[in-house]
């Protein structure tokens, strides 16, 4: 059984930063595309990056390209998001998902919301 648990979530002030992290068990990490998603009260859950499982190719959403990064660590069966210069219309549960294909073709399919498999997610919040 694959689990994803995600952590490192918190309450930050405007123009802070915050990582969060993502433990994976259960299957073969390095075989996933991963990716985080968020989704903030009242309204749908949106893609924010992926990455393949090489972590050679990245994908971001437009709303945070420039101030999120995504990598992982195939070591520690472990995904990150990296999130700079936070706005308040960041807050929001982050979840983190992986796809059962690993390369571009993963990340492509996380990026239209499909993922095999789901955390439970981690509130950010960001205070203005």
């Known amino acids: 059984q694959v689990q994803l648990v995600e952590s490192g979530g918190g309450l930050v002030q405007a123009g802070g930063s915050l990582r969060v992290s993502c433990a994976v068990s259960?299957?073969?990490?390095?075989?996933?595309?991963m990716g985080w998603f968020r989704q903030a009260p009242g309204k749908e859950r949106e893609f924010v990056a992926a990455i393949t499982r090489s972590g050679g190719r990245t994908l971001y959403a437009d709303s945070v390209t420039g101030r999120f990064t995504i990598s992982r660590d195939n070591a520690k069966n472990t995904v990150y998001l990296q999130m700079n210069s936070l706005k308040p219309e960041d807050t929001a549960v982050y979840y983190c998902?992986?796809?059962?294909?690993?390369?571009?073709?993963?990340?492509?399919?996380?990026?239209?919301?499909?993922?095999?498999?789901w955390g439970q997610g981690t509130q950010v919040t960001v205070s203005s």
């Open positions: 259960g299957s073969t990490f390095s075989s996933h595309a």
């Open positions: 998902a992986a796809a059962a294909a690993g390369d571009i073709v993963g990340s492509i399919r996380l990026r239209g919301g499909h993922a095999n498999y």
